[in-house]
Structure formats: structure tokens, C-alpha cells
């Protein structure tokens, strides 16, 4: 098939995310994120901490998900549920889970970006610089360095 990249069934699969009314549906948004779990494996070790991440807050919501398909169609019933009950800020949260996952995703976005606009730049490179311009801001020091190591 010509035209078609590992990202093909992630851009596919994005046209189904939302409902006729633009409401994000859990179970489609979640099997687009779980369509990066296999490109990030093709960066080796460099991407082992984010793949955990995404894949663990990935769980958290298919398993919320699981427990009622019906109620839960909705991504944002999730965090609705959550925030009446006072515990969408809690760190285990659906809400807290959909926040860094969304953040993850938009660190790859960035990554994805400057490799392919910075063929120049070393893996490290696009690394630090797309974690500088997505996740730093919510990361403490130590968090932050952390990464760097990692990406050394």
C-alpha cells in the first residue's frame, strides 16, 4: 500500500473518536492511543518510561471503561463522575490518567514533529526539546532531570 506509515491506523482510527455531536467516545480514543504502543517499541529502551505511562493510564481508563460500557461511552462521564464524587484529583483518577495521557501524547506529537522537520538532530536532541516544549511545565526538578538521564 502506498502512502501508508505506521501511523496510518492512527489517523484512520481518529476519524472515530467522536460522536456526531463531537463527544470524545472512550473505547475508539483509547484503541487509537493503544496504536502507539508498538511504534514506540521501535525506539528501544529510550521510550520504555513513556510507553509504561501511556500504558498504564491506558489501563486505568479501559479498565473504568470495562466496568460499564454504557455509562462510560462518553470519556468525559468519566471525569463528570469523578469530579462530583471529589476524586477526579486523586493521583490513581480516570481524570488524573486521561491528563497525562493526553500530556504523553502530546510529547509524541512533538517528537514526531521535530524528527521528521530535524533529521540533524540526534534522538537526544528531539527528545529535550519536545519534553522542554510539552511536559516540563508539569514536571518537577527531579522529574525533569530524570528525563534527561533517561534520554542521554
Partial sequence: M????????????????????GEMLTKPFLDVCKLILPVLDKFGAAMALVKSDIGGNITRLETKYSTNPTKYN???SMVQEE???????GSSSCTNGLLWLTRAMDFLVELF?????????????????????????WHGWLAS????????
Fill in 83 to 89: 469530579v462530583g464524587a471529589k476524586t477526579a484529583k
Fill in 113 to 137: 514533529r521535530n524528527l521528521l522537520e530535524h533529521a540533524d538532530w540526534t534522538m537526544s536532541q528531539a527528545c529535550l526539546d519536545s519534553y522542554g516544549k510539552t511536559l516540563k511545565k
Fill in 145 to 152: 532531570s530524570s528525563f534527561s538521564v533517561n534520554v542521554s
Fill in 2 to 21: 502506498e502512502g501508508t506509515t505506521v501511523f496510518t491506523p492512527s489517523l484512520e482510527g481518529m476519524k472515530l473518536v467522536k460522536s456526531e455531536n
Fill in 74 to 76: 462518553l470519556l468525559y
